[in-house]
């Protein structure tokens, strides 16, 4: 297979405008990101973002983007199917999604335009960063840059969570250059759907709750009003900032609800679907509810005893993808033991089921048109079947999709090749989904974040927004 993507007229005028421009104009790159922010900034809809992370390099072939004429031993089994648009197709594993496709902009055409960001753990932190691992500076999670420049909307709330945040792409997680104090909150936990659940590090110790707790926060205040030079309550100041925010943390009902999934009534747990991704995206929606700014939902459903040998269920599916039970438990294939076949309830049913149901639930509170929804992995699976019945790592093309905050649905935004294998139409990198999120938020790209050692760093330059979104 040949890869166009390069020599596609679409691909080659966005950098030709951009660097054109910068030649007859005289323009420096913080003037061209400033143009392009007040461009962006006028259609700016997003006050909050929620991003389905759905890890292990979801198949595109076997979701958004069908390939009924590729080759038949090559070819997924699950068909193509209508959706509620019009010549907008998904496979049958996409059903429930299908019925709200109108509410939907899928985009075909993602692929990465550098090697070194194929694997996992570099693959998520691009996800993640929407800037490539190979970058000179480490840059931080999308989160942690809309925490460090639109700050928080609930005082109480982390700004940025990550749910659950427990295996070891969650590890991915980078503050880059910006302070450790913007790190992201993982609320943990193994089965989300476990009654007993509960955020542990947002509640206060059994031994120092109720009086206690609220003594010791008087006795913080006592000491601090003994330092009366000013030097002194000035360096104490940003400490007592922490201390105030895990105080109201500890302390607020707020925040005990906006965690306790036991509050929703059964029809909308059912809607969801039982277990622990549906209970994960109900979790999300309920935190951006709340006020939480930029949530991430980063699943892999646990080893329980309705599924034995389920230890990795994620979607990295070197083996066995299309078996209606365990990929096996032994590595002895290609490395895809311990997760199920991709349309098994707990991988693709679970996830069309809760997907289709956040989005409606969203709609129907009057949250979605200030929110951006964004479901995207780390990149697609082979065109080809391997010689174990799976599909490897592939970043020439793959699909993400978005919701929400003014994003126009109904549409199918660039193509790949009859196989699935290379972009032919409208290329997009994980650069430009990253822009995309800040020029969606309002936030300013000319205007650099700083080190500690004060040195200026752009962010989301690398990147331009994906129009057909705005």
């Known amino acids: 297979m040949q890869n166009p993507t390069f020599a596609h007229p679409h691909h080659t005028r966005r950098h030709l405008l951009r660097t054109g ?160 104090s913007l790190s992201v909150f993982k609320t943990g936990g193994q089965d989300l759907s476990d009654p007993k659940w509960e955020v542990a590090d947002l509640l206060a110790r059994s031994d120092n ?24 309550r000035t360096s104490l100041h940003g400490m007592d900032q922490f ?8 302390t607020s009902r707020e925040v005990s609800a906006a965690f306790d999934l036991n509050q929703e009534p059964e029809q909308t747990r059912e809607q969801y679907g039982r277990g622990h991704r549906g209970s994960c995206y109900l979790l999300g929606r309920r935190l951006l509810e709340a006020g939480v700014r930029f949530v991430t ?26 078996t209606s039970a365990s990929c096996g438990t032994v590595r002895d294939k290609a490395g895809g033991e311990g997760r199920y076949g991709i349309g098994h309830w707990v991988m693709m049913g679970s996830t069309d089921q809760a997907f289709a149901a956040l989005v409606t639930d969203l709609d129907e509170r009057g949250l979605l048109d200030e929110t951006l929804v964004c479901f995207v992995t780390e990149f697609g699976r082979t065109p080809r079947l391997n010689k174990f019945a799976g599909r490897d790592h592939w970043t020439n093309a793959y699909s993400i999709a978005f919701a929400g905050a003014g994003v126009p649905g109904g549409q199918v935004i660039g193509e790949s090749d009859r196989d699935g294998g290379y972009v032919i139409s409208q290329a997009y990198t994980p650069e430009d989904y990253a822009t995309t999120i800040y020029e969606k938020l309002g936030i300013d790209r000319s205007k650099p974040l700083y080190t500690s050692a004060n040195r200026p760093v752009y962010f989301g330059h690398l990147g331009h927004p994906i129009q057909e979104l705005f």
């Not at 194929?118 to 809309?146: I, K, R, W």
């Not at 201390?243 to 943390?249: I, L, T």
């Not at 892999?300 to 389920?310: F, K, N, Q």
């Not at 990295?316 to 299309?322: A, E, F, K």
């Open 21 to 180: 421009t910068a030649g007859v104009l005289g323009m420096s790159l913080p003037q061209i990101l400033a143009t392009e922010s007040q461009l962006a900034t006028a259609s700016a809809a997003a006050k909050r973002v929620i991003v389905i992370y759905e890890q292990g390099g979801l198949s595109h072939l076997d979701t958004w983007d069908p390939k009924p004429e590729a080759v038949l031993e090559h070819r997924s089994p699950f068909a193509p199917i209508a959706t509620t648009v019009p010549g907008m197709q998904f496979t049958s594993l996409l059903s429930r999604t299908a019925k709200i496709a109108h509410k939907l902009a899928v985009v075909r055409s993602m692929h990465h335009n550098k090697a070194g960001a194929d694997a996992h753990p570099n693959g998520t932190q691009y996800a993640l960063s929407g800037a490539h691992p190979s970058n000179a500076v480490e840059m931080p999670d999308m989160g942690c840059v809309v925490t460090k420049l639109l700050g928080r909307t609930n005082p109480s709330l982390p700004p940025y969570v990550m749910i659950p945040g427990n295996h070891e792409q969650a590890a991915e997680t980078r503050t880059g250059f910006l302070p450790r």
């Open 209 to 232: 709750q109720g009086s206690r707790l609220s003594g010791r926060h008087q006795l913080l205040s006592n000491l601090d009003h003994r330092f009366s030079n000013e030097a002194d």
């Open 243 to 250: 201390y105030e925010q895990a105080f109201n943390s500890l």
């Open 297 to 322: 939902v980063d699943v892999r459903w646990p080893l329980t005893p309705e599924t034995p040998g389920g230890f990795n269920l994620n979607w990295d599916h070197h083996d066995l993808i299309y």
